[in-house]
């Protein structure tokens, strides 16, 4: 029997996915689609539906139940994000949760790859390259930069894939989720905050879950931070262009709430203030620049007509 045909080789590898959010599920699904196995694991035992994908109900921040489940594994996709949309959940809960799974990965012999944020850029007033600075102090700046200073200096082999503001078909909590989809698709006006005329870097979901894939299997490309595969900026309004286009609706009238009203509110109300501490990134242009990555990876990001497409049809489905 040649090495080629021994049981070994045909064994689909293992990959592990922590969280099953728009990030988590796409990831696993495009893994198991190329023929992987894949183990998820989450709170809820939830994750894409297929025969190579297994769900399990897990805290992934119980290190006595992960060295069983990454052993094996060639990766961990590290998914999980903060339960809330705050700085104080971020500090409590998301660099215990990355030690203990990187202790865990580094036991096992895996690769941990993590997506990550633009957050951390600490010159976003010129275009983000993978060799600018991160180095962005306070609030949840500060934690996104502290994160990536800890897994630079953890012994298990890491990646970090940063993305610009999300869309896609899973996509809910983000400026271009469910606050941009719901009243475009319903033929209504749209409010978004800051400028809606602003170039603006939005990440299809599945070119980032396509890096991240594609980082982890190549040694070369560990231990440093890359960009996912990402568009020509956009602004707010003309992203919400080219989902109505996709969706076959009307041109939607776009509005923008001013920063100032958005700070105002802030002083009264905790999720508002949250929201305005990010406000910087829509009251100027902040744009990635992904193409030293695109090369290294080998990808280029999906047309923004085919992923608009597809993000509209995945909210029809999702909504029925």
Known sequence: MSQSESPAART??????????P?????????AAA??????LTRSGSGPEHPLVEKLAVDVSDRSQLGRLFRGARAVFHCI??????????????????????????????????????????????PMTEEGPRDARGGK??????????????ATDTVSVVAGDFFGPRVRGAHAGERMLKPVLAGKSLMVVGNAGLPHSFTYVPDLAAAMIRAAQDPALWNRVWHAPTGPALSQRRIAQAFAAAAGVRT??????PGWALRTMGMVSAGTRELAETLYQFEHPFVMDSR???AALGLRPTP?????????????????
């Not at 689909?12 to 959010?21: D, I, R, S």
């Not at 700046?141 to 953890?154: N, P």
């Not at 007509?305 to 029925?320: K, L, P, S």
């Open 141 to 154: 700046r500060g934690i996104r930069t502290a994160l990536l200073r800890a897994r630079a200096a953890s």
């Open 304 to 320: 923004l007509q085919e992923a608009a497409a597809a993000t509209v049809a995945g909210w029809r489905d999702q909504a029925q």
């Open 252 to 257: 939607p009238r776009v509005a923008a709430v």
């Open 35 to 40: 023929g992987h196995r894949v183990r998820v």
């Open 292 to 294: 030293a990555s695109e």
């Open 81 to 126: 994000h903060g339960s809330q949309y705050s700085a104080k959940a971020w500090a409590e809960e998301l660099p215990g949760a990355e030690q203990t799974v990187l202790a865990a990965a580094g036991e096992a012999g895996a690769v941990v790859v993590f997506p990550e944020s633009l957050y951390s850029y600490s010159e976003p007033n010129r």
């Open 23 to 31: 990030v988590g599920w796409t990831v696993a699904e495009q893994l």
């Open 12 to 21: 689909p590898a293992l990959y592990v996915v922590t969280g099953a959010g």
